[in-house]
């Protein structure tokens, strides 16, 4: 089974009263092997939690 890392970006902003706003975001890649098969280029993705350690991902036509 392929395997990936998710990786962590942290990245600060000023909004428009002049405060910080710190956003944090995760990423991860998909493989070339399941996208290309699966056809993942430019779908749009849901992703949900199915237990503790299994989350479930769906292609949705939104």
């Known amino acids: 089974m392929p395997k ?3 990786t962590k970006t942290t990245s600060t902003t000023t909004n428009a009263d002049g405060e910080d ?3 944090e ?3 991860t890649t ?7 098969a699966m056809d993942l280029e ?3 993705l849901e992703w949900s939690v199915k237990s503790g350690n299994t989350l479930e991902l769906r292609i949705t036509d939104e």
Do not use: C, N
């Open 25 to 27: 975001q995760y990423r």
């Open 30 to 36: 998909v493989p070339k092997g399941i996208a290309e």
């Open 42 to 44: 430019g779908v749009r």
């Open 21 to 23: 706003q710190t956003v």
């Open 4 to 6: 990936t890392t998710v």
